[in-house]
């Protein structure tokens, strides 16, 4: 029997492998015995940075023959986005920032992580490298959109435009952090463990 993928889940501004979400799902693929390995980086918040920490940790297990999917949510789901287009892997996206140079626009200067407490700083820098990561992407039916009309944070309309030809799971209501997350898990693993893509 084949190693099932390790999962990669990508948090969030502001916010860390300890939310709600990531815990939600960490507690599921455990009840659910699953196999393979869960990953969730705590990202750094300079985009060049977290392009190369991810490389660097999905490179690294592909060399060990390991199969890599990933989830993201909000801006995890952009980073996830880059990262599958770039390197052919398969993604969940969660309410995700398409345009994420364009939302944080508004919040360049400090902020305050809502898990580790930690202080850091969003800059002009920060954002043209978000700007820059922007590409087409070359496989948008290798990822599942999780999208919820109500999300008071960003316009799921950029998502749908952004994504084009991904599968897309639309709901009304809900919000940013994406009610009813427990209930999607079932068929976010069966998206991420196809192999007919």
């Known amino acids: ?34 196999q393979g390995t869960l990953h969730m980086p705590m990202l750094a918040t300079d985009p060049l940075a977290v392009e190369q920490q991810l490389v660097s940790l999905i490179t690294g297990l592909l060399e060990q023959g390991r199969q890599v999917v990933l989830i993201g949510s909000s801006l995890g789901g952009f980073f996830a986005a880059l990262v599958a287009g770039r390197l052919g892997l398969r993604g969940v996206l969660i309410n995700p920032a398409a345009y994420p140079y364009e939302l944080l626009e508004d919040y360049t200067g400090e902020h305050e992580n809502l898990y580790t407490g930690e202080r850091f700083t969003v800059t002009e820098a920060h954002l043209q490298a978000l700007r820059q990561m922007d590409q087409p992407m070359p496989h948008p039916e290798s990822l599942l959109l999780l999208l919820q009309t109500g999300d008071e944070v960003l316009d799921y309309r950029q998502a749908l435009e952004r994504f084009k030809g991904a599968t897309v799971d639309l709901e009304q209501g809900g919000e940013h952090s994406f009610t009813g997350f427990a209930q999607k898990l079932p068929a976010i693993l069966d998206f991420l463990t196809q192999s007919d893509r």
């Open 1 to 34: 029997m084949t190693r099932p993928p390790d999962i990669i889940y990508l948090h969030g501004f502001r916010s860390s492998p300890d939310s709600e979400k990531a815990s939600t799902l960490s507690d599921w693929l455990a009840q659910q015995g699953y």
